[in-house]
């Protein structure tokens, strides 16, 4: 094992409290905010999601460090699950273009598929996850356009800040690839 391997390693296993930790205070926070404001009104079908979410989320974070030969990988896995987990929770929470009921926001969980079914065809390789970031960048580009062309209106705030994300994700797994 590498040196720059063990240090990744090791700064991965410092932040696994943070990660699960933090995991759980964000499945506690609505039943905090339940108690004092009527504004947040889950039921138990709202909490196993998000429970699923967010096991998701720290899964792959294990899986991630696992695999990472850098920090660069590191990162680039963060952000690539982060902009997944993001888009989702925005997805079922208020829908990203109208309400979540919305089914044109459907194509928006077909850009998460783009990138899963990307890292799986890459074997969680950076030279191939860095591709498949660039295919999700593109699938999110094309959703946006696909929305505002037939009249659904535009998400152009969003499809930057998200394709920002999946761009910077393509480019550490490249930087992580070359390391």
Do not use: K
């Amino acid at each position: 094992m590498t040196t720059t391997m063990e240090n990744t390693m090791r700064f991965g296993h410092r932040l696994r409290p943070l990660v699960w930790g933090g995991a759980a205070a964000l499945l506690l926070l609505p039943a905090v905010a339940m108690q004092f404001t009527r504004e947040v009104q889950w039921d138990a079908f709202d909490f196993l999601v998000m429970g699923g979410m967010l096991l998701a989320v720290c899964l792959a974070y294990e899986t991630a460090v696992r695999f990472a030969r850098g920090n660069a990988y590191l990162v680039a896995a963060a952000i690539a699950v982060g902009a997944s987990f993001l888009t989702a929770w925005a997805n079922l929470a208020v829908g990203i273009i109208g309400s979540e009921d919305n089914p044109v926001n459907d194509i928006f969980f077909g850009v998460i598929a783009v990138a899963f079914v990307g890292a799986l065809l890459s074997r969680l390789r950076p030279r191939g996850l860095a591709w498949a970031m660039l295919a999700t960048a593109v699938a999110q580009l094309a959703a946006c356009l696909y929305a505002w062309f037939g009249g659904h209106g535009h998400v152009f705030v969003f499809t930057g800040v998200m394709c920002g994300l999946w761009l910077t994700a393509a480019q550490l797994f490249r930087n992580s690839a070359s390391a």
